[in-house]
């Protein structure tokens, strides 16, 4: 990571800075008050891309914290005004979100996941669905973090890629995961703590198990078609829903999902059926 301080913004003395953020092929530019560069930092730091190599993204924070501006080269992607509380997770969100569209060889999906000996299950679900609370809950049980928001997917290998960013915990997070899994809290901000666990993985897994988590409903584990699951896919964040990758987005879910097993998970609290999620991802591993 490289940080250059820039002359004062203004009669205030307000500063800037500039970073640099290599995260594996993908470059990240940082421009803006440098307390919030170091919090956007420390969220996105541990974050690997490998498997392709995305243009370089920039984006810049106004010297007073409410807007951002995503940009590849000269060409501006968006403008974003900033809430005085969770402009982190909107500039974090941005940014994960930017590196979804520029891929071109790997698929992409808003979703978390976590491994477990090489094996990994990707954990689709909407916002407020319990996606961390279930991973929080895996990964207190042995298994790894893989994943947060964003899971990357080589479809000719039929492999997760591990890209790192903290669990975003909210405070009904925190209450639904029960004890968090050993780690630290890199950041807080916006009344949600970004909290890195201990438990990392560190190389591609197998894309062996994929969990779609609802609302509601009876709390149990169900067994999802293929052909459901793409289905499903399909109507979340991912390269399905990108208009210029659909047809090479759905010959590589296509190939990946029939050498996977698919389940849904029901009821209030998915994190409670979270050594059940283990067990089934396990007993994959012993079938091989």
């Known amino acids: 990571m490289d940080l250059t301080l820039l002359p004062p913004l203004d009669a205030g003395g307000r500063k800037a800075a500039k970073v640099r953020l290599a995260l594996g092929n993908w470059t990240l530019h940082l421009a803006g008050p440098p307390a919030a560069l170091s919090a956007v930092c420390a969220v996105l730091s541990e974050l690997r891309v490998d498997g392709e190599v995305p243009p370089a993204v920039t984006i810049a924070l106004s010297p007073d914290l409410r807007s951002a501006t995503g940009a590849v080269g000269a060409r501006t992607l968006w403008t974003l005004a900033l809430p005085p509380s969770g402009w982190l997770g909107a500039v974090v969100g941005h940014a994960v979100a930017t590196l979804a569209n520029v891929l071109t060889r790997l698929l992409f999906i808003h979703a978390g996941a976590i491994a477990a000996e090489g094996q990994g299950c990707v954990i689709v679900g909407e916002s407020g669905a319990g996606k961390t609370s279930l991973a929080a809950s895996l990964i207190r049980a042995g298994a790894a973090s893989m994943a947060d928001d964003l899971v990357l997917l080589d479809p000719e290998h ?11 915990v909210k405070a009904w997070t925190a209450r639904a995961a029960g004890t968090l899994p050993a780690g630290r809290e890199v950041a807080c901000e916006g009344g949600t703590r970004y909290w890195l666990p201990d438990a990392r993985a560190h190389a591609p897994a197998r894309a062996a198990m994929f969990v779609f988590v609802g609302r509601g409903g009876l709390p149990r584990l169900r067994p999802l078609t293929r052909g459901a ?4 896919l399909g109507r979340h964040t991912s390269s399905l829903s990108r208009r210029h990758r659909l047809e090479d987005a759905f010959r590589g879910f296509a190939r990946i999902l029939p050498a996977a097993r698919c389940l849904t998970i029901g009821g209030r609290h998915p994190a409670a059926l979270a050594p059940s999620v ?11």
């Open 229 to 232: 699951a793409l289905l499903a």
């Open 158 to 168: 039929g492999t997760m890629l591990p890209v790192i960013i903290p669990l975003g």
């Open 278 to 288: 283990l067990r089934y991802l396990r007993a994959g591993v012993a079938a091989r």
